[in-house]
């Protein structure tokens, strides 16, 4: 069986022999793959696309007509994560307090119970 940890050491392995790196994964690494990549795609054939720059590079690039009508998807952007963020803690925090009052209450009726047997 083949872990996780087997794979990384070995990706860790080839990237640091490939590129003379000492440590992997770094910012080196991620520039010298860049340089790499645009080395050996072809002219024409690669692609460095920004979610900002919207649908004209990305269609133009697929010989493609650009969406007309249709609003680039923008679900990553940060105000959308932020609401994201806040809405799971908002719903965590209602959870652990219905969990809360209802070991309280629970609690209190087994020590009601408890108490009037004694």
């Not at 640091?16 to 860049?34: A, G, I, R, T």
Request: glycine residues 6%.
């Amino acid at each position: 069986m083949i872990h996780s940890s087997d794979l990384i050491g070995a990706w860790s392995k080839y990237y640091s022999e490939k590129f003379s790196l000492e440590q992997v994964p770094s910012e080196e690494l991620y520039h010298k793959h860049n340089q790499w990549v645009h080395d050996i795609v072809p002219a024409g054939q690669l692609l460095e696309y920004q979610p900002s720059m919207g649908w004209e590079p990305l269609a133009r690039f697929l010989d493609r007509p650009v969406p007309q009508g249709e609003p680039f998807p923008r679900v990553n952007e940060a105000a959308f994560l932020r609401n994201v963020k806040r809405a799971a803690m908002g719903l965590g925090s209602l959870v652990w307090l219905c969990l809360f009052v209802g070991l309280y209450y629970a609690g209190s009726f087994a020590w009601s119970k408890f108490a009037s047997e004694t």
